[in-house]
T-cell receptor, first 115, second 113 residues
């Protein structure tokens, strides 16, 4: 298995632009998670999906952030408009059955820089 | 509220020396505890996890961790560190009924030759 795939690996954009991050979970995994990692706040859960349905988006920082999962093999995290404080590494993770006891497999992350 | 504290931001050890990374948690019930490792430019990889039972947990790459309820700790150990262990290590606590993990701020491990 190729593991969790994220694209792009690096993104540099200017303030005010729209940014779309992409994630392909491990095949057969029913849960997908989006995390953000910053120096100031560490690793934070933004949102997670179960069977393509958003379950908890309480970690999404504000309305500029949105996430979708149109099918079991693809999810996007969109920031519109982007701001410099959105600069961070964004990770996608997936797990097979969900629940705290299940192992989450992380992708390599997308490093976003907003100028 | 749930929280995880990793008091050491950076640690440097010599190759072959023993290692202990500290983790303290705050949680209202019996926690689910995890250690992850993040190599440069990579995502997080699970090293080990504790749910119940034996308080000494064995993980991959020769790591182990011990759950001490009285100290609210879950320290990670390795008897002999290899240069390839240089990475950042994250402790996390999981909520029982939710798919949420609370991560510590991480400890960066440097290994001297």
């Amino acid at each position: 298995d190729a593991g969790v795939i994220q694209s792009p690996r690096h993104e540099v954009t200017e303030m005010g632009q729209e940014v779309t991050l992409r994630c392909k979970p491990i095949s057969g995994h029913d849960y997908l998670f989006w995390y953000r990692q910053t120096m100031m706040r560490g690793l934070e859960l933004l949102i997670y999906f179960n069977n393509n349905v958003p379950i908890d988006d309480s970690g999404m920082p504000e309305d500029r952030f949105s996430a979708k999962m149109p099918n079991a093999s693809f999810s996007t995290l969109k920031i519109q408009p982007s701001e410099p404080r959105d600069s961070a590494v964004y990770f996608c993770a997936s797990s097979s059955t969900g629940g705290t006891t299940d192992t989450q497999y992380f992708g390599p992350g997308t490093r976003l820089t907003v100028l | 509220a749930q929280s995880v504290t990793q008091p050491d931001i950076h640690i440097t050890v010599s190759e072959g020396a023993s290692l202990e990374l500290r983790c303290n948690y705050s949680y209202g019930a019996t926690p689910y505890l995890f250690w992850y490792v993040q190599s440069p430019g990579q995502g997080l990889q699970l090293l080990l996890k504790y749910f119940s039972g034996d308080t000494l947990v064995q993980g991959i790459k020769g790591f182990e961790a011990e759950f001490k309820r009285s100290q609210s700790s879950f320290n990670l150990r390795k008897p002999s560190v290899h240069w390839s262990d240089a990475a950042e290590y994250f402790c996390a606590v999981g909520a029982h009924n939710f798919n949420k993990f609370y991560f510590g701020s991480g400890t960066k491990l440097n290994v001297k030759p």
